[in-house]
Nanobody, 123 residues
Framework: QVQLVESGGGLVQAGGSLRLSCAAS????????MGWFRQAPGKDVREFVA???????YYVDSVKGRFTMSRDNAKNTVYLQMNSLEPEDTAVYYC?????????????????WGQGTQVTVSS
């Protein structure tokens, strides 16, 4: 069982930066593949944003070169550094975890979810 708590969201102007954090409970954090998803206003589905497992990372095309996902296993935390933010990045951002070392990008395959943190980018 893993509990995830996101933080770091807020209001930022276009072109600005934010760093999201996701703190996980448990002593086997390094054995989980982690992901970030987002749900934009008016959308029903959480969109994949980024994933990390071992030394591998993967990003949706719309954030490549702007977002960087990282993890600190000693702190049981993953991060999403978001630079050059655009109004289209406005969403609730969710952290997710899946047992195992396979890089995951499919929302339905993740087992554990945080409560989400709001990111709003003004134009």
């Amino acid at each position: 069982q893993v509990q995830l708590v996101e933080s770091g969201g807020g209001l930022v102007q276009a072109g600005g930066s934010l760093r999201l954090s996701c703190a996980a409970s448990g002593r086997t954090f390094s054995s989980y593949a982690m992901g970030w998803f987002r749900q934009a206003p008016g959308k029903d589905v959480r969109e994949f944003v980024a994933a990390i497992s071992g030394g591998s990372q993967y990003y949706v095309d719309s954030v490549k070169g702007r977002f960087t996902m990282s993890r600190d296993n000693a702190k049981n935390t993953v991060y999403l550094q978001m630079n050059s933010l655009e109004p289209e990045d406005t969403a609730v951002y969710y952290c997710a975890a899946k047992w195992g070392h396979t890089l995951m990008t499919i929302r339905t395959l993740f087992d554990y979810w945080g409560q989400g943190t709001q990111v709003t980018v003004s134009s």
